[in-house]
């Protein structure tokens, strides 16, 4: 989908016009009525818009942004080659091959294949609702994973770093 209009460049944006997803959160939209519209149409809110802000939705929309501000995310690309299996893939790599990150958001298994990434990582999943991360180990470039969500989730991020922050550092 290419909607043609500029975006404002720099650290908080790319500089390019938005003609893809820009990552595995894409299709992820936040419909609470009651914050967006901060009261202005009625018709459909439950409560109080400064309520809404503390609901269950708001608090992991919060751990998501979290997790994104923990990325170089504007240094990153759709890379929809790196996932298969999964009925809506989501994944993107950073420029560099230090960072990929992939989206699953149903319980198929899914293969991930680690093209493109520098060198030997660390991955782990990351729970969106509450941006808990668990480490599932070390993996190594150019090789294809099998995964399958965490037991109990219902959609999750899979996050494979290099260098500082991947497994270098830890």
Not at 82 to 93: F, K, V, W, Y
Not at 117 to 141: F, M, N
Not at 142 to 164: C, F, H, M, N, Y
């Amino acid at each position: 989908m290419k909607t043609g209009r500029s975006i404002p460049s720099g650290p908080s944006m790319p500089s390019k016009s938005v003609s893809k997803p820009a990552g595995p959160t894409w299709h992820h939209t936040y419909g609470n009525t009651d914050t967006w519209n901060f009261g202005s149409y009625r018709e459909e809110g439950i409560e109080d818009w400064k309520t809404a802000l503390h609901s269950p939705g708001a608090k992991r929309l919060s751990a998501l942004v979290c997790f994104y501000k923990s990325l170089r995310w504007w240094e990153m690309e759709p890379a929809p080659d790196l996932l298969s299996g999964s009925r809506h893939p989501a994944a993107m790599r950073s420029v560099k091959g230090d960072c990929l990150l992939a989206y699953l958001s149903d319980m198929a298994p899914a293969t991930f294949r680690l093209k493109g990434l520098a060198g030997p990582a660390r991955a782990s999943w990351v729970d969106p609702q509450t941006g808990k991360k668990t480490a599932i180990g070390d993996w190594q470039p150019e090789t294809e994973q099998s995964l399958a969500l965490p037991a109990g989730w219902l959609d999750a991020l899979l996050l494979v770093k290099t260098g500082p922050g991947g497994k270098e550092r830890q």
